[in-house]
């Protein structure tokens, strides 16, 4: 039986262990020496290795020796924890890249607690390819495993709107076959042709790839990606082997909606179970 005396004793210890986690786990809180805190927005750059640089050079383009990574941390962030990440992925036309993106899915991403990823070199390619956008990516996240070496056990989904849910398509693909990636899900906005089963066809990632969950987003008065056509892009999901597709419509035109972004992350949640 503890003493009176000896409660006191206990209590300072018990405190002395929890700071000592605290201190820990701060710490252990840096990416590429920067501090990381929950509900900020850490924009880095880190070095690209040969073998990316020659990945993104295919077709022409120059090497890229220095990459840009655009992360979002939500509340209560700890890298000792299991935390899904949602990558962002833009459009090629009008020079966007991934980070200017990215915080149209904050807010969402926040709510649902997962960390948002958009990467980008910091020189711009002759031709904006998927390699090119791959070799970065890769790059970012290796980047992020290397610091954070737990991290290869952080689910990951793929988001983007218009050419970028086309894109998203070939990039999650392609990671799942040679990365060994925790595919976790695909939020597709605008997306008026079927580019997964295209991805899938060409990269023939492994089987478990068809039971990835993803959410078609559909603006009800889009003029680019007309609903009708998004109900082609779910037929032809459905008959590739996707198991798991929502097609989910939303009163407005070719554009994201937060509330959205916000119920796939959840339904992500819910179907991985993290």
């Known amino acids: 039986m503890m003493s009176r005396r000896s409660v006191p ?14 201190v820990a786990s701060a710490l252990a809180a840096m990416l590429q020496g920067h501090q990381i805190q929950g509900e900020a927005t850490l924009d880095l750059q880190f070095p690209i290795n040969s073998y990316f640089q020659e990945s993104a050079a295919q077709g022409g383009n120059p090497r890229p020796t220095t990459g840009r990574a655009l992360l979002m941390f939500p509340k209560g962030f700890d890298p000792a924890r ?12 009008l020079n966007r890249t991934s980070p200017m993106d990215a915080p149209w899915y ?41 610091n954070w070496p737990q991290s290869v056990r952080w689910p990951v989904a793929f988001a983007g709107f218009s050419g970028g849910a086309k894109t998203s398509a070939f990039l999650g693909a392609m990671l799942a076959k040679n990365r060994g990636f925790r595919m976790c899900g695909f939020f597709l906005a605008g997306m008026n042709a079927d580019r997964l089963s295209a991805a899938y066809h060409e ?21 680019i990606a007309r609903p009708g056509a998004e109900e082609g892009v779910y037929s032809s999901l459905k008959r590739s082997g996707f198991q798991q597709v929502r097609l989910e419509h939303f009163a407005g035109g070719h554009e994201l909606d937060s509330a959205e972004i916000q119920r796939a992350l959840h339904w992500f949640r819910e179907i991985g179970r993290f």
């Open 82 to 93: 299991l935390w899904p990440i949602l990558i962002v992925t833009s459009t090629a036309d």
């Open 9 to 22: 004793c206990a209590i300072a210890a018990a405190l002395l262990a929890i700071n000592q986690l605290s």
């Open 106 to 146: 904050r807010d969402a991403a926040m709510a649902e607690g997962w960390v948002v990823l958009a990467t980008d070199a910091t020189i711009r390619p002759r031709e904006d390819s998927v390699s090119w956008r791959l070799a970065v990516l890769t790059a970012g996240l290796q980047m992020i495993r290397d």
């Open 203 to 223: 990269y023939q990632p492994p089987a478990d790839f068809l039971s990835a969950p993803v959410w078609l987003s559909s603006g009800t008065a889009d003029q």
